[in-house]
Structures are given as C-alpha cells and as structure tokens.
C-alpha cells in the first residue's frame, strides 16, 4: 500500500506537476494526513477515489484489486462496433486460445499466455459495455476523436 500511495504521488508530481500539498488541497487534508497515510501504508476507504482522481491514476485501486486476486480491466467506452472491430477480437479470442494451449503443452513462458488471455479479455470487456450501453444509452457528452 505504501508503494501504491508514492506512485500515485509520484505519478501526480510528474504528470501534473502537483505535489502533495496540491493533492491535499484538492481533496481537503492536510499534506502530513497524505504523508501520515504512506508511512502506516493505510489510507480511509472513503479517501481513495479522491485521492486517486487528484493523483490522476488507480495505483491504489490496482494494488487492492491485485491482493484480493481479482482481474481489474478498464471498461471502455461504449461504440459502435464495425466489421473490422469483430474481427480483430475473434484474432485476439483465437490467439489467447493458442497461447493457452501453447502454454499447457510446456512450450511458451506463462507470461506470453497471460498477456493474450488479458488482451482478449479487455477487448471482450470493451464489447460488454457496448452491449451495457445499447440496454441504457447515455448522452453522447464525450467525443471519442475531438480533432
């Protein structure tokens, strides 16, 4: 959890050049509660999401999430799939299943099963919501390709 909270803070500092007393101010503690936080590596469930949206990433939910053993993907989103977009998940589902079988059979590292499955999985994710949104469609607030 420690190492969570400083790459946040690491990753606020060098992205949105806002160092802790900036992320304090923003979700309302002082920046000794966000040192007093890493130090015990122990931060209030209620500050998280804050904490996180000041800092502009997930290290903390991504680390909770990898402790509980549970697959964290971000859910994209939702649009319209083309031809083009089905069949590269049915490349992807088709190349996690030849590393898997791959991988069983001894002649691949788990590591280049894993990616493929998790590729696959994200894209399947990603037609998930696209199918969650068709159910319930929000309004179009967000461009996907302003320029």
């Keep these: ?3 969570a909270i400083r790459a946040c803070l690491d990753y606020a500092e060098h992205h949105q050049n806002a160092n802790a007393k900036r992320i304090g101010d923003l979700i309302q503690v002082s920046e000794w509660t966000i ?3 890493m130090s015990k ?4 469930s209620e500050r998280i999401p804050p904490f996180e949206l000041a800092c502009g990433c997930h290290y903390i939910t991504e680390y909770l999430g990898h402790t509980a053993q549970k697959l964290l ?7 319209t799939a083309s031809q083009d977009d089905l069949l590269s998940l049915q490349e992807q589902l088709n190349r996690a299943i030849n590393r898997l079988t791959a991988f069983y059979r001894d002649d691949i590292e788990a590591a280049d099963a894993l990616s493929a499955v998790s590729d696959a999985m994200s894209s399947l994710a990603g037609h998930r919501q696209n199918v969650v949104k068709h159910q319930a469609p929000e309004l ?6 302003p320029e």
């Design 1 to 3: 959890m420690r190492q």
């Design 35 to 37: 040192y007093k936080w």
């Design 41 to 44: 590596g122990s931060i209030p």
């Design 73 to 79: 993907v971000d859910i994209p989103r939702g649009k």
């Design 140 to 145: 179009a607030l967000f461009e996907e390709n």
